[in-house]
């Protein structure tokens, strides 16, 4: 995709517009499955009907769930949030382009196209799919410096140019040991409504865990008035909130979500004698981004668009049913993006 196709979503012909459900049980979903990366469109499969979401259908290959709408109001000085999955290997972009690093070469632009979206701060993160456990897979970076998305790409590139040059060009090696050499990267520019403008309030948020499939990576743009009704909803669980914001509550509760998603899936599998190795890999082929965003969401209330990323590779982009937040995505044979 040339430069000239990113710098206006809005006048490339597929790009749509995210409609909202008019069923306000409804959510907006867009999710990309972690296993489809190397699929080409031709191997795209049908709809296939889901029970679990009322009537609502799911694609085998990266997902993208829009409900009829009306116009949603007009883009205001609000967080930016861009999601890239590159959907070959990075050998494929190192031959094409000459780099490894074409998804965060694409998401740095995408984020300087928006950047009047936020002034306060800027972050990014890469997950690399299929990792060998024991290696890094996931790669977080943010700023809240004056010249916030001048310094998180400093930092990033810097990194990146202190390996050798022999290196560099070695797609494997990169996948295998260098930071940000993943094929699903989220960004985000920060508009701060409440709090002060320290790093630890800059997006994206991590849900850390010793189990890849919940790990959660969140990054959003929302107004959200019901706070104390989420948040003690947690508490009723028996959490313990590391604090009483709008972010912490909703990474807890997708997160919260996530994790009984899974051990679902692991009580399901684990008495036809599967090893837990094995059940990992059916949790990533069958965990239902749908079903879990569904029940996590179910109570929110207020304008939003959020963004996630799941440590296996799974990604969403989430809006509220109302169509406060306007969002577009786009897709070619390279890649999927999203942004708010």
Known sequence: MSNDQFSSLKRHPRITWIRYAK????RTIIAFHAQTIYKSSAQKQPFRPNAVSGGCRTFATPVFLIFSHTMSDQIQHECGIAVVRLL???????KKYGSAFYGVQKLQLLLQKMRNRGQDGAGLATIKLNPAPGTRYISRKRSNAPNYLADLFDMVWGRIRQLPPEHRDDPAWLKANAPYAGEVLMGHLRYGTHGDNSIERVHPFHRQNNWINRNLLLAGNFNMTNVDELFQELVDLGQYPKEKSDTVTVLEKIGHFLDDEVQRLHTWYKPDGYSNQDINK?????LDIQRLLRRACKKFDGGYV???LIGHGDAFLIRDPNGIRPAYWYQDEELSAMAP
């Not at 069923?23 to 409804?26: D, V």
């Not at 070959?88 to 190192?94: E, G, I, R, S, V």
């Not at 059916?282 to 069958?286: A, D, K, R, V, Y």
């Open 282 to 286: 059916l949790i990533f082929e069958n």
């Open 23 to 26: 069923n306000l049980a409804m």
């Open 88 to 94: 070959k290997p990075l050998d494929y972009y190192h």
């Open 306 to 308: 959020l963004g996630g």
